[in-house]
């Protein structure tokens, strides 16, 4: 008797082991689906008070550039006995908005307008030549071997030291020599030089270029403009996006220059006209509404430029960064 019950109590403890066994497997498992579920964790290192100190930092931070924003638009919306009259954060009960943007674009036969489109012409144009020149520089300085290649990016670096009203006056001396001062030359022709982005794009190029795809490129036949445009150009993208934003950006909001070079009003941006319009609100006060109207529109292609080139700002940027 005893013969044949040891044999099923071993099979019955078996069971259970194996039982037990399953379900500490299914446990775990389940328990590992639900942590990669909950997605990883990214709380390591940090506590609450450092949690805390960095949301309150970027919330200052937030309200610095948000706020002047704010007091534009509520600007724009008054009338000026209601923008010395009213809260300056708050919406006066007589909304101007419209018809203040309306005199904006008809005062002076739509002068305003041509402001616009000498800062569309001097930033777009600017930024996109100079993106190209400063990825075509940073290109040659990263993947090309040439006598002298680390002199000429320490005087680039050097460029990078230098402020643009430093070279404002002898710009405008040898512009008047050549015959551009006072033209659309002398206001373009210095914003294609971008030292710091092709110092980018150079640091850039030697990160992510491999030259062992250009090889396969030459052994495919291309020529070097060819390996440039085709691969180059688009694995440095995240560095165009960036070099553009900046150029643009710059040279959209740049007030000196044309201040030094122009004397012609049609050719002003629109930040020397807008200049030119508050200069005269001590002798009638309704430029006021004009230039907080004007500075209203002035921010919007901006604001568009930012919000259509950030995706391919942030795709270029994680690209790669998961297998």
């Not at 399953?22 to 450092?50: F, I, N, Q, V, W």
């Not at 923008?83 to 036969?109: E, I, K, M, R």
């Not at 036949?221 to 900046?246: D, Y």
């Not at 006209?273 to 200069?279: A, E, H, K, Q, Y």
Request: proline share 4%; aromatic share 12%; net charge positive.
């Amino acid at each position: 008797m005893s013969t044949t019950t040891r044999p099923s109590e071993h099979a019955t403890e078996t069971e259970s082991i194996v039982t037990s066994q399953g379900r500490r497997r299914g446990s775990s498992s389940a328990a590992a689906r639900r942590s990669r579920s909950a997605g990883p964790d990214r709380s390591a290192g940090r506590t609450r008070t450092s949690t805390i100190l960095v949301t309150g930092v970027l919330v200052v931070v937030a309200l610095y550039f948000l706020v002047p924003v704010y007091w534009v638009v509520v600007a724009a919306t008054k009338t000026t006995g209601d923008l010395f009259g009213t809260f300056g954060f708050w919406f006066a009960p007589d909304f101007a908005l419209w018809s203040n943007l309306g005199q904006v674009l008809s005062f002076q036969g739509g002068i305003f307008v041509r402001w616009l489109g000498n800062s569309l012409l001097y930033a777009g144009v600017g930024a996109v030549l100079a993106t190209y020149f400063a990825a075509a520089g940073g290109y040659a300085l990263a993947k090309y071997e040439f006598r002298g290649r680390n002199l000429v990016f320490g005087a680039i670096l050097g460029g990078v030291l230098v402020p643009g009203t430093a070279t404002a006056l002898p710009l405008f001396l040898l512009f008047s020599q050549l015959g551009l001062a006072n033209t659309y030359w002398s206001v373009l022709l210095p914003s294609l030089v971008s030292p710091f982005g092709l110092f980018l794009c150079r640091i850039y190029a030697q990160a992510t270029v491999d030259t062992s795809l250009m090889e396969a490129a030459r052994l495919d036949g291309a020529s070097e403009l060819r390996i440039f445009h085709t691969l180059g150009l688009r694995i440095l993208s995240p560095a165009l996006v960036t070099v553009f934003l900046f150029q643009l950006v710059g040279i959209w909001n740049n007030y000196f220059l044309p201040l030094v070079m122009l004397s012609d009003v049609d050719k002003f941006p629109v930040t020397l006209g807008l200049n030119n319009w508050l200069s005269q609100t001590d002798r009638l006060p309704e430029f006021y509404q004009l230039t907080t109207g004007g500075v209203l529109l002035s921010i919007i292609p901006l604001v568009i430029a930012m919000i259509v080139l950030q995706r391919f700002w942030r795709g270029g940027l994680t690209e790669g960064s998961v297998k």
